[in-house]
């Protein structure tokens, strides 16, 4: 059994995460069980004390349960403090919150000297895949074509561009391609979508990843409980996951 506190419990992710695993999800060979058996909110939350979908919503401050994995979908400050009380106490942290500035990213890879830290901005399969291609794509056509980025997220989404956006950005650029033209869109309720087109003098490469649910971002928690547990102190992205490096 895999035990899993997720931070962030009670926001748009944290919700509909804890109403998936209200009950125990065994992976694709039934010899792992994932379960999360609290959720932390901080201290002024008004569920912080109630249990919900089976889960005890609780404040960082308290005495926390003891688990394997620690799941962050908080923000990106406080996921900061999380990271420093996971490596305090050597427990592998998945940090999927986004926004983070260029020295936060500095502090958490010095954190990641005491525990495996895994950071992703999104843990779906097809946008791991995605990440994949867009690269390839980029070192095979070169500065010969013009590169762009196009993300669409719902109009409450704080960071922009997202931190999905942002990686895909370094995979273009880490691969022989230009700075791709950028754009953010926050609409309506848009789940998550993003575009890269490459675009050439005579044809054009179009690659899209289209979210129907956020089932899908949640859909990789399972896997990347499991890849840290598997793993030694060290900064990881998901792209590390999906590869098995």
Same mark, same amino acid.
């Given at each position: ?20 695993? $209200?009950?125990?999800?065994? @992976? ?7 379960? +999360? ?14 249990? +919900? ?12 349960? $003891? ?5 962050? *979908? ?5 996921? +900061? ?24 990213? @500095?502090?958490?890879?010095?954190? $990641?000297?005491?525990?495996? +830290?895994?950071?992703?901005? @999104? ?74 087109? *490459? ?47």
């Amino acid at each position: 059994m895999i035990n899993i506190l997720l931070f962030g419990a009670r926001g748009r992710m944290g919700q509909l995460i804890c109403a998936e695993y $209200s009950q125990m999800n065994f @992976n694709a060979d039934k010899k792992a069980i994932v379960s +999360i058996i609290a959720g932390i909110e901080h201290g002024e939350h008004p569920d912080i004390g109630k249990t +919900i979908s089976g889960i005890p919503i609780v404040a960082p401050g308290d005495k926390l349960p $003891s688990a394997d994995v620690w799941v962050d *979908f908080s923000l990106a400050d406080p996921a +900061i403090e999380h990271a420093v009380m996971a490596a305090e106490n050597r427990i592998p942290i998945v940090i999927a919150a986004t926004g983070f500035t260029g020295q936060q990213l @500095n502090i958490l890879n010095d954190l $990641s000297e005491g525990c495996p +830290i895994l950071l992703a901005s @999104n843990l779906s399969v097809g946008m791991g895949t995605m990440d994949w291609i867009v690269g390839e794509s980029a070192k095979m056509l070169g500065e010969d074509f013009d590169p762009s980025l196009v993300e669409y997220h719902h109009s409450t989404k704080k960071d922009a561009p997202s931190g999905t956006a942002l990686r895909l950005i370094d995979r273009i650029q880490a691969n022989g391609s230009s700075q791709p033209q950028t754009a953010a869109m926050r609409v309506g309720g848009a789940i998550g979508e993003h575009q890269v087109r *490459f675009v050439g003098k005579y044809e054009e490469l179009i690659i899209t990843h289209r979210a129907w649910s956020r089932q899908a971002f949640s859909s990789g928690i399972d896997r990347a409980a499991m890849f840290l547990l598997d793993s030694a102190p060290g900064f990881y992205t998901v792209r590390d996951m999906f590869s098995g490096e």
